[in-house]
């Protein structure tokens, strides 16, 4: 991926995060999936302390896994961290490996499982 498409991937989950940030109470996390069913990587924001029976997850970015590797989507996710370094990142579906690499890379706060893990 060249840095122009990144940087305007970015800026598209930037603005979707703004405006759904407007509309949320409390803290946010990012819920991350990777090629399943619909081979697309998944980043979604969510309002994690939501009570209601609001919205609390939106979609901000689906990328083609046969257009964007692996790599593009930790491209994306080290922009998204830098723009939102308190914001943690919840994976479903990621390899145990993968997790930990990103865990040592971020820190088990900011990079957690949710639900399942591949053992792949």
């Known amino acids: 991926m060249k840095d122009k498409e990144l940087k305007e991937l970015v800026k598209t989950a930037t603005e979707k995060i703004n405006d759904y940030h407007q509309h949320s109470l409390g803290k946010l996390n990012f819920w991350l999936t990777t090629p399943g069913y619909d081979n697309n990587y998944i980043i979604c924001i969510e309002n994690a302390q ?52 990103l865990r040592d890379k971020y820190g088990s706060y900011y990079v957690r499982d949710d639900i399942v893990i591949s053992e792949n």
């Open 50 to 101: 939501n009570h209601s029976n609001a919205i609390t997850t939106k979609d901000i970015l689906q990328l083609d896994a046969d257009k964007y590797s692996y790599d593009d989507f930790l491209d994306i996710i080290d922009e998204l961290h830098k723009l939102f370094p308190d914001i943690p990142f919840l994976f479903h579906e990621l390899p145990k490996l993968k997790l930990n690499q």
